[in-house]
């Protein structure tokens, strides 16, 4: 069982509808998180990042983390096609020095 | 400002070649990473810098793998005697400092071995 999971989709969605992306993690230890976007060919980029329980809202993304059923979550509100894309959630904690476990990625497609 | 960069973006070798990936990071970040993502998969991780420390390089596979950033500032990974499953994007990420989370990634460097 990987540390991390994460539903590989692909999610579709009409553009305009919120969409909510999810992890599940193993490791309580676990008390950073964050989501990463992810363009094909491209490097993941720094969406949000969260440490240890609640709630964290910036522009139309908010982060959830519920540390307690250890569970993460991403809504994006008002999707874009622009949002296409794919969504890494990635976690760490103290014992793991700096290093990042990632999930395997959403594939999430907004269609107009 | 600049982001970090990576070289070769696609680098093709043919099984038992030697080959050298470059990452340059954001300036004045003091931590630097490297992992590798497998086609479908997130990010594993293979090693860790702080400056030109190399602090922890459990993620690294084999001892065919080895990394090195000798002035603290741009990184090398080389991978020597390539093999099939060594295929994989590369991705350097840096961090402003040791013990900051946040990691900015670079576009990665596709490496097919044939």
């Known amino acids: 069982q990987k540390e991390v999971e994460q539903d590989p989709g692909p999610l579709s969605v009409p553009e305009g509808a919120i969409v909510s992306l999810n992890c599940t993690y193993s490791?309580?230890?676990?008390?950073?998180f964050m989501w990463y976007r992810q363009y094909s060919r491209k490097g993941p980029e720094l969406l949000m990042y969260?440490?240890?329980?609640g709630n964290k809202e910036d522009g139309r993304f908010t982060a959830q983390v519920d540390k307690s059923s250890k569970y993460i979550s991403l809504f994006i509100r008002d999707s874009q096609p622009s949002d296409s894309a794919t969504y890494l959630c990635?976690?760490?904690?103290?014992?793991?020095?700096?290093?990042?476990?990632f999930g395997a990625g959403t594939i999430l497609r907004v269609k107009s | 400002g600049a982001g970090v960069s990576q070289s070769p973006r696609y680098k093709v070798a043919k099984r038992g070649q030697d080959v050298a990936l470059r990452c340059d990071p954001i300036?004045?970040?003091?931590?630097l990473f490297w992992y590798q993502q497998a086609l479908g998969q997130g990010p594993e991780f293979l090693t860790y810098?702080?400056?030109?420390?190399?602090?922890?390089k459990s993620g690294l596979p084999s001892d065919r793998f080895f990394a090195e950033r000798p002035e603290g500032s741009v990184s090398t990974l080389k991978i020597q005697r390539t093999q099939q499953e060594d295929s994989a994007v590369y991705l350097c990420?840096?961090?402003?400092?040791?013990?900051?989370?946040?990691?900015?990634f670079g576009p990665g460097t596709r490496l097919t071995v044939t």
């Open positions: 990420a840096s961090s402003l400092t040791y013990g900051s989370y946040e990691q900015y």
């Open positions: 969260t440490y240890s329980s």
């Open positions: 990635a976690m760490s904690a103290e014992e793991y020095g700096n290093k990042l476990v």
């Open positions: 810098f702080q400056n030109e420390a190399q602090l922890d």
């Open positions: 490791n309580s230890a676990f008390q950073y």
């Open positions: 300036s004045g970040h003091v931590s």
